[in-house]
T-cell receptor, first 111, second 114 residues
C-alpha cells in the first residue's frame, strides 16, 4: 500500500533556531517528492521538488534531502522565522497523476 | 494571474441542504483537482479533470457528491443533501497534466454542516 508518513506530528521551536522535518514513504513506482507549505487558512504551496537522482536541494532557508534507497526525505529549516509557522506536507508522486499525501507536520515558531 | 479562485470562502448550512462550491482554475492549466481536508484524514483527492473531462472520481465519497467542469475556466462541486460529516475544507487545485507537476491550490472553502 502506498503510504507517506511524516514526523513529528507537531513541533514548537524558538525563532532563530533550526529544525528538521521527516518524511518516510512506501510508494511505488516513485516519480518525485514535493514539500508543500500550508499557511493557516490558505492552500498548500510547493516549496521544492526532489527527483530520484537528487540528494539535496535548497530554496532559501529551506533545504530538502532525499535518500531513495531508504525512501526518506527531510526538510531542514535554517534560522527559523515567525512566518515559517505552518503545516508542511510531503507529497510523493507515484507516477502518472497518482499523488500520495502525508498528514503533515505542524510547525509553530515562537518569539 | 490571480491564482486559483474559490468561492465561497466560508459556507455554513443545515443538514439536508444543497451546497455548491465553485472554482476558477489558473488560465492555461489543463487539469483541475478537488480535494477535501480534515484533521483526521488530511488531504484527500475527490476527483480530477483533464481538459474538462472527469478522469478519476474514485475519491468521491458517495452519490451525494457530484462535480462538473462545463468549460476550462470553471468547475463546481455539489453536495446534495449535505450531512454534518461533510464538514471540512474543500480545496480546488489546477496544474498542467504532467507527471509530478506541482499543484496550485486555491484558498479553500470552509464548509460547516450543522
Amino acid at each position: 500500500k502506498n503510504q507517506v508518513e511524516q514526523s513529528p506530528q507537531s513541533l514548537i521551536i524558538l525563532e532563530g533556531k533550526n529544525c528538521t522535518l521527516q518524511c518516510n514513504y512506501t510508494v511505488s513506482p516513485f516519480s518525485n517528492l514535493r514539500w508543500y507549505k500550508q499557511d493557516t487558512g490558505r492552500g498548500p504551496v510547493s516549496l521544492t521538488i526532489m527527483t530520484f537522482s537528487e540528494n539535496t536541494k535548497s530554496n532559501g532557508r529551506y533545504t530538502a534531502t532525499l535518500d531513495a534507497d531508504t525512501k526518506q526525505s527531510s526538510l531542514h529549516i535554517t534560522a527559523s522565522q515567525l512566518s515559517d509557522s505552518a503545516s508542511y506536507i510531503c507529497v510523493v508522486s507515484a507516477g502518472g497523476n497518482k499523488l500520495v499525501f502525508g498528514a503533515g507536520t505542524i510547525l509553530r515558531v515562537k518569539s | 494571474d490571480a491564482g486559483v479562485i474559490q468561492s465561497p470562502r466560508h459556507e455554513v448550512t443545515e443538514m439536508g441542504q444543497e451546497v455548491t462550491l465553485r472554482c476558477k482554475p489558473i488560465s492555461g492549466h489543463n487539469s483541475l483537482f478537488w480535494y477535501r481536508q480534515t484533521m483526521m484524514r488530511g488531504l484527500e483527492l475527490l476527483i480530477y479533470f483533464n481538459n474538462n473531462v472527469p478522469i478519476d472520481d474514485s475519491g468521491m465519497p458517495e452519490d451525494r457528491f457530484s462535480a462538473k467542469m462545463p468549460n476550462a475556466s470553471f468547475s463546481t462541486l455539489k453536495i446534495q443533501p449535505s450531512e454534518p460529516r461533510d464538514s471540512a475544507v474543500y480545496f480546488c487545485a489546477s496544474s498542467f497534466l504532467r507527471p509530478g507537476e506541482k499543484l496550485f491550490f486555491g484558498s479553500g472553502t470552509q464548509l460547516s454542516v450543522l
